[in-house]
């Protein structure tokens, strides 16, 4: 079975640019999160979704940072303008059901900010 | 509000040593407990969980048991390889609030 599929791998991009982070969920999970892990703040959750709907956005830095979920088997994690504190490894991660608690992780995507 | 704590790393012992990784938790309701283990370059994945009190959880040697009156969840194995050599979280999980928390993560690295 393929796992969460997270591209790019790596980004290297200048300030004020804008990021885009995609994810492919594991078929059939109706969770989908984005975390960030620094190694200053370890693993923090910026946003999930249920069904496609983001249902708690609470962790998301500020207004440069965006996420959508057009259908079940896509979601993009938008950064603009960048800056330099923001880079990190972006992790998303699918769950199949509420009370299982289980996530399956992508690779991430570990992004530079000059 | 809900928290995890683990015990500081690195934590570094030779190949064969016995290895506990200390966890504890704070929590309202009663939530499931999970050992994450996170190699170089790639994604958290499941080791171990536990969803009540009194459950061991078990897998690829690590053990974890769920101790309600510590409120803790130590991640232990009897004899450590090389391989094992990543960055461990313990995490608890409230199905009610579907919260989930993350402790800081424990380096570990193995000597052979």
């Known amino acids: 079975d393929a796992g969460v599929i997270q591209s790019p791998r790596h980004e290297v991009t200048e300030m004020g640019q804008e990021v885009t982070l995609r994810c492919k969920p594991i078929?059939?999970?109706?969770?989908l999160f984005w975390y960030r892990q620094t190694m200053m703040r370890g693993l923090e959750l910026l946003i999930y979704?249920?069904?496609?709907?983001?249902?708690?956005d609470s962790g998301m830095p500020e207004d440069r940072f965006s996420a959508k979920m057009p259908n079940a088997s896509f979601s993009t994690l938008k950064i603009q303008p960048s800056e330099p504190r923001d880079s990190a490894v972006y992790f998303c991660?699918?769950?199949?059901?509420?009370?299982?608690?289980?996530?399956?992780f992508g690779e991430g995507s570990r992004l530079t900010v000059l | 509000g809900d928290s995890v704590t683990q015990m500081e790393g690195p934590v570094t012992l030779s190949e064969e040593a016995f290895l506990t990784i200390n966890c504890t938790y704070t929590?309202?309701?009663?939530?499931?407990l999970f050992w994450y283990v996170q190699y170089p370059g790639e994604g958290l994945q499941l080791l171990l969980k536990?969803?009540?009190?009194?459950d061991k959880g078990s897998n690829k040697g690590f053990e974890a048991t769920y101790r309600k009156e510590t409120t803790s969840f130590h991640l232990e194995k009897g004899s450590v390889q090389v391989s094992d050599s990543a960055v461990y979280f313990c995490?608890?999980?409230?199905?009610?609030?579907?919260?989930?928390?993350f402790g800081t993560g424990t380096r570990l690295k193995v000597l052979a």
């Open positions: 991660a699918s769950s199949p059901r509420r009370d299982t608690g289980e996530l399956f």
């Open positions: 078929s059939g999970h109706d969770y």
């Open positions: 979704f249920n069904n496609n709907v983001p249902i708690d």
């Open positions: 929590a309202t309701g009663y939530p499931s």
């Open positions: 536990a969803t009540k009190a009194d």
């Open positions: 995490a608890l999980f409230t199905s009610g609030t579907y919260k989930y928390i």
